[in-house]
């Protein structure tokens, strides 16, 4: 029996070899296909910091980090593994929200209460294509300007790895991790393309929100978890309960 991990390469290596360590088979079906956008970005500095909610925005950007002069500005990243991707990048001051983009809006406003980030200065987020939820406007609200600038795009897979479908057929897959309410929706959607969705719905899903949770949820699977916060570790305590329940 083998967890099913959705998340896009590289991120997937990681988690199976994490789950592998923990004595769990792996398959990898990376739902979303990473897709760098280059970014223009000529009048809207000088900025005070950097917002960032995927380590995905970091490594798109890499390449322009030189020009683009970024690297000196205090970057607030949404949880510890976009805060290591950042720093593996050459970003030195770094400063972790909670693992939500909520946890990140509110640590940008604590700083500006405590003085470590001038309210004033402009705030350049850099985002996805899609976006779960608006940062920039609810931080403008709160009196921020902040300028978002999309460096990447997620593109949906249509086809699930052969190895996974035969998994699915041979009730050989015992859990699933979803890691975004976009990559949920790309496996429903390729699950459903190739005649899997009824195996796949029937099994444990462990999600890691509740927003993420929701969009199984109503595509009719049954058995849905969510992690107590939004970290990978809390997300493997999930399936780990997912999997005792099965049991008994």
């Known amino acids: 029996m083998s967890i099913l991990v959705t998340r896009p390469h590289p991120d997937n290596e990681a988690t199976a070899?994490?789950?592998?360590?923990?004595?769990?088979?792996?398959?990898?079906?990376?739902?979303?296909?990473?897709?760098?956008?280059?970014?223009?970005?000529?009048?809207?500095?000088?900025?005070?910091?950097?917002?960032?909610?995927?380590?995905?925005?970091?490594?798109?950007?890499?390449?322009q980090l030189p020009e683009l002069g970024l690297l000196k500005l205090p970057l607030f990243a949404v949880g510890e593994h976009t805060a290591a991707a950042a720093r593996e990048a050459g970003f030195a001051e770094v400063i972790v929200a909670g693992g939500d983009a909520a946890s990140l809006r509110d640590k940008v406003m604590q700083s500006a209460r405590?003085?470590?980030?001038?309210?004033?200065?402009?705030?350049?987020?850099?985002?996805?294509?899609?976006?779960?939820?608006?940062?920039?406007s609810e931080l403008g609200a709160e009196g921020f300007r902040v300028v978002t600038r999309t460096t990447y795009r997620m593109a949906p897979v249509k086809h699930l790895p052969r190895g996974v479908c035969e998994g699915f057929a041979a009730y050989g897959v015992e859990a699933v991790l979803h890691y975004s309410r976009r990559s949920a929706r790309a496996f429903l959607d390729a699950a459903r393309d190739e005649g899997v969705?009824?195996?796949?719905?029937?099994?444990?899903?462990c999600c890691l929100s509740e927003t993420v949770a929701?969009?199984?949820r109503d595509a009719g699977a049954?058995?849905?978890?969510?992690?107590?916060?939004?970290?990978?570790?809390?997300?493997?305590?999930t399936l780990e309960r997912a999997l005792r329940t099965r049991l008994a």
Request: net charge negative.
């Open 17 to 63: 070899e994490s789950l592998r360590s923990r004595g769990h088979a792996v398959l990898l079906a990376p739902v979303l296909k990473f897709e760098p956008v280059a970014v223009h970005d000529e009048t809207e500095g000088p900025y005070g910091a950097v917002l960032v909610t995927s380590a995905n925005a970091i490594r798109a950007v890499v390449p």
């Open 197 to 205: 969705e009824i195996s796949a719905l029937a099994i444990p899903h």
């Open 222 to 237: 049954s058995r849905v978890l969510v992690a107590a916060t939004p970290d990978e570790s809390a997300l493997f305590d």
């Open 214 to 216: 929701s969009v199984l």
């Open 114 to 136: 405590d003085k470590v980030l001038k309210k004033k200065s402009a705030l350049l987020y850099l985002a996805g294509a899609d976006l779960s939820r608006d940062l920039g």
